[in-house]
Each structure stands twice: as structure tokens, then as C-alpha cells.
């Protein structure tokens, strides 16, 4: 016996047992209202029943992964509301470097005092960073010894008080 899905998911036969061809059929009772367009296809439901369709949950965590005990961790230190730079590296003051670069108008920007993650002073770590090659000066001076000073400018400023130069630029 040949069965079919129709439009409305209910199954059909297309030809009724106890009748011939061609001869008409007997009404069918009416099915109950079908709520999907198609018998295959599942569709979400806002309700929340489950949905059956829907694959499954992801797989616990293997075997190997429960059964390797972990030790007690310490619990994490709290945060604390200072910096580095302000505790461990010492006072801190500010510091105006000032760039020239061949091409280019000179340059500043403003550094701290002390390289966070390291401690190491800026002064220092300005003689390992800055440029060796002609035309190059990386000039620092301290911040309260240029007041007024605006380190966003292009070009910028001549530095009084100069710390320390690196370059041959500079000399």
C-alpha cells in the first residue's frame, strides 16, 4: 500500500481501502487540525515544553579530564589600588621626551618616571631605545623643570634642563 505525506502533515492514501477505481469515495472523517507546514521539519516552540528535534546537549567532560585531582588553589591576592610605579619603584615624577627624526618636525610626549613592569628608569631605558643612526636626538628633562610645557605640540618646543640626550643630532 502506497502511502503520502500531504501539504498539511497528515498521511494520505491516495486510494481508500473497500473502493474501486474510479468509483467515488466515501468522505473521510476530517483530521485534526495540523499546526506545521511540514511533518519533517521542525520548527522552534516559544513554549517550554522540550523539543525533541533539537540535537542534543554537549557531552560531559571526559572521563580522564574528572579523575585527575587538582591541588587546593591559593585564593587571588586582592587588588590593590596603587601601581607598581608609585609603590615599589620609588617617587615618581614626570618626564618630557622630546624626538627629532630627519623629515619630520620634532616631537614630545610625556613618560613617568619608571617603566611599570620593570622599575627600570626612563632615563635609562631611553639610552638602550633611542635611534644611534645621523639626524636622530631623543632629549628628557623633568617635567617640573619645563612648566607650561605641552607635549602634544608639533613642532615641539625646545626642553630647558636637559637630563640626558641620545643621538648625534644632539650635539
Avoid: H
Avoid at 644611534?132 to 631623543?138: P, Q
Amino acid at each position: 500500500m502506497l502511502m503520502v505525506i500531504g501539504i498539511i502533515g497528515s498521511i494520505v492514501d491516495p486510494l481508500p481501502k473497500n473502493t474501486a477505481a474510479g468509483a467515488p469515495a466515501a468522505q473521510p472523517k476530517p483530521a485534526a487540525p495540523a499546526t506545521s507546514v511540514a511533518a519533517t521539519v521542525p520548527t522552534p516552540s516559544p513554549d517550554p515544553a522540550p523539543n525533541t528535534a533539537r540535537p542534543p546537549a554537549p557531552a560531559a567532560p571526559s572521563s580522564a579530564a574528572k579523575a585527575q585531582p587538582t591541588a587546593p588553589q591559593a585564593p587571588p591576592a586582592p587588588a590593590s589600588p596603587t601601581t607598581p610605579a608609585t609603590t615599589d619603584c620609588g617617587p615618581n615624577r614626570d618626564i618630557i621626551v622630546r624626538y627629532i627624526t630627519p623629515g619630520l618636525p620634532p616631537s614630545s610626549s610625556l613618560l613617568g618616571e619608571y617603566a611599570i613592569a620593570t622599575c627600570e628608569p626612563t632615563f635609562q631605558s631611553l639610552e638602550k631605545t633611542s635611534p644611534k643612526e645621523a639626524g636622530f636626538c631623543t632629549q628628557a628633562a623633568w617635567a617640573s623643570d619645563n612648566p607650561g610645557y605641552e607635549a602634544d605640540v608639533t613642532p615641539a618646543p625646545p626642553l630647558k634642563k636637559i637630563q640626558v640626550a641620545y643621538g648625534p643630532a644632539c650635539r
